[in-house]
């Protein structure tokens, strides 16, 4: 069965610091894909990145990274510089890679980046 | 380009009684799943729509129902209500094929049940 662990479960940091956010995954899938969603408090889930499980090269965009290490199943997620408007839930997710199947997700970690 | 829409956006209902809740995907998609998302914790899979059938279903009993348009839009029907069922329900769609199957959301429906 497939899971997801989000150990932290709310972080706090100061505008401006640096913050990494924690996925570790289990499948027995040898293809599939990893995920990252950001809810705010309006609720939305907002896709943020999607990554294939051949692909382990880290991705930058702006002010976001994500660290794929498949040695470890891990798919950790930094802000750098963070701002008072990525404070939200920040949902990691798995999927197996083959159609529209489903996402199962952790727990989510709540992030507060205080001005 | 209009995203996923879901109605309504509150809902108050009481033990027993029957809800309908609707979601339209976004443009290009024809794949509909829903989510139950129940207070503090992740959102759960209930159930997936392509070609007006139910493709996938998740771990949720046969109270929850769904039907799915020629025009791929959805509803979620939930009969005999229970206080449990009070959790945000969002709406994801999502294309097929050619890496089309990145799950988009809706803003949800907050369910209460009293």
């Known amino acids: 069965a497939q899971k997801v662990t989000q150990a932290q479960t709310e972080i706090s940091v100061v505008e401006k610091e640096d913050v990494t956010l924690d996925c570790v995954y289990e499948t027995r899938d040898t293809t599939y894909y990893l995920f990252w969603y950001k809810q705010p408090p309006s609720g939305e889930l907002v896709f943020l990145i999607r990554r294939n499980s051949f692909d382990e090269q880290n991705e930058i965009s702006g002010r976001y990274s994500w660290n794929f290490q498949k040695s470890t199943s891990s798919f950790n997620f930094t802000i750098t510089a963070s701002q008072v408007v990525d404070s939200a839930v920040y949902f990691c997710?798995?999927?197996?890679?083959?159609?529209?199947?489903?996402?199962?997700f952790g727990k989510g970690t709540r992030l507060s980046v205080i001005a | 380009d209009a995203g996923v829409t879901q109605s309504p956006t509150h809902l108050i209902k009481t033990r027993g009684q029957q809800v309908t809740l609707r979601c339209s995907p976004k443009?290009?998609?024809?794949?509909v799943s829903w989510y139950q998302q129940a207070l503090g914790q992740g959102p759960q899979f209930i159930f997936q729509y392509y070609e007006e059938e139910e493709r996938q279903r998740g771990n949720f009993p046969d109270r929850f129902s769904g039907h799915q348009f020629p025009n791929y839009s959805s509803e979620l029907n939930v009969n005999a209500l229970l206080l449990g069922d009070s959790a945000l329900y969002l709406c994801a769609s999502s294309g097929t094929g050619g890496g089309q199957e990145t799950q988009y959301f809706g803003p949800g429906t907050r369910l209460l049940v009293l």
């Open positions: 443009s290009g998609h024809d794949t």
């Open positions: 997710a798995l999927s197996e890679a083959e159609g529209n199947t489903p996402l199962v």
